[in-house]
């Protein structure tokens, strides 16, 4: 079975920076692009930023462009988001997900249940 | 970059009803079209990919169709469990976007 599980929300102040980690299990990890997707409370889905099996090939958001950096560590299984520089529009239920091939496809098969980041002072 | 839009935003409906939803791309994008759906507390689920092919494991209930700009998910004989939100989302470029949503209800 596959299970996405989300760490490293929590309340963070303008400016400052947490690291998202998203710690996978039950499928082949590294032969799959993986991706982050946002979502404000009550609000609508916002892809954040995408990465390949390999790590060569990165996309993001023009709105985290920039602040934020996606990268795997394929042997621990594990997807991570630095991000850097929030802003309390980021503030949003992060969600990590696994596409259906190793480049940047725009599938997203399965989702975790996400993890709260609050940017407030 | 491409938008999407639904509609409606919201709609009520009866356990047995017939419901559809439509989602507009700003441009042309084929068939890359994807459906999800999310109950409340949880993770999206994707239904359909390719505007209408199902995913394994989704009831033959739902079906997608449309290609281009117009496309639209319909359930039919709704049942309790499908009380929820839903979402396209265009896979045919990056940035992909997703439509606002639109969440059904019982009425």
Known sequence: EVQLVESGGGL?????????????????????????????????????????????????????????TIFRDNPKHSLYL??????TEDTAFYYCAKGETKGLDWNFEFWGRGTLVTVSS | DIQMTQSPSSLSASVGDRVTITCRASQSIGIFLNWYQQKPGEAPQFLIYGASSLKSGVPSRFSGSGSGTD?????????????????????????????????????
């Open chain 1, 82 to 87: 630095q991000m850097d520089n929030l802003r």
């Open chain 2, 71 to 107: 496309f639209t998910l319909t359930i039919s004989n709704v049942q309790p469990a499908d009380f929820a939100t839903y979402y396209c989302q265009q896979s045919y470029t990056a940035p992909t976007a997703f439509g606002q949503g639109t969440t059904l209800d019982i009425k």
């Open chain 1, 12 to 68: 963070v102040q303008p400016g400052k920076s947490v690291r998202l980690s998203c710690a996978a299990s039950g499928f082949n990890f590294d032969g799959f692009a993986m991706h982050w997707v946002r979502q404000i409370p009550g609000k609508g889905l916002e892809w954040v930023s995408s990465i390949s099996w390999v790590s060569d090939d990165l996309a993001y958001a023009d709105s985290v462009k920039g602040r934020f």
